[in-house]
């Protein structure tokens, strides 16, 4: 499993994983373990860690265990970007190995679940314009490689000054069961993050349902409608309310299209996109694209 992201070159990086079977590990951010001038958080890779007497990237994933900076037990994982070395490091945290010569996160941890989606508990104060993310992918090895199963990102591109629970469906792409789970905490951007973005993150965890509530033109709870559907890819959304954040994902749960409106009606442009079917969500309601 390997994520492009934009390290610090730099960078010397720490792994600390987790075999446990079906579960996210250490999902309260409840377990550090010390090493010195800096703490491990056990089941999650890090770059922050100290080389010989100097830490190149202290303080971008850290414990916190401020009145206020945690949402259940006692602490939580705060991610912060910043600068090293006149390059910018995001705050990142992964259950897989930062490996620093790619700039990917390799590995996972051991899962054989298909859950609808991933929750938790987040606070975001974003530098400029960037972007907070949760990100969950679902893979299996085919022998020669790996095959994306379902996928899910959390995104916030406004302040957050309190927790606030999110929810995240994960789009299957395939109806097999995956192997291994990789969930990477960004507190920016990976590719244009911004210095002093900070992002705090708590209590994740999976849910699963007894059905997946997918329409193909939204269903009767839903105040969402989209049109024309199948189309060419310009597509008209509306809503009886203002629409909020708009996520359209593709085949392989990409994200490919988002928008944070404040209006009830909205174009999307997937014109640039291939044929096929991707899932739009607003409003907390899932509606399938078909692309001619």
Known sequence: MKKN??????????FNFSNAQNAI???GFESWTSQGSYDDCAGWGTIDQPVSSACFCKGTAVKT?????FHGGSMAMKLKTISVFAQTAPGIAATGIINQSTQNVDGGVAYNLRPDSIVGWYRYA???SDTGSVEITLSKWNGTS???VGHAKFQKRTSQGTYARFTQPLVYSLGIVPDTMVIILLSSSSYAPVVNSVMFVDDLDLIFNNTTLIANNGNANSSVSVYP???NGNITVTAEKELGAINVYNSLGQVVYFQNTNTAKHQIDLSNQPAGIYILHAQGKYIKLFKE
């Open 25 to 27: 590990p250490n999902p």
């Open 229 to 231: 559907n199948p189309g």
């Open 146 to 148: 790996r095959d994306i």
């Open 126 to 128: 974003p530098a400029g």
């Open 65 to 69: 265990t401020t009145a206020g900076e």
């Open 5 to 14: 992201l934009f390290l610090a070159a730099a960078a010397v990086l720490c």
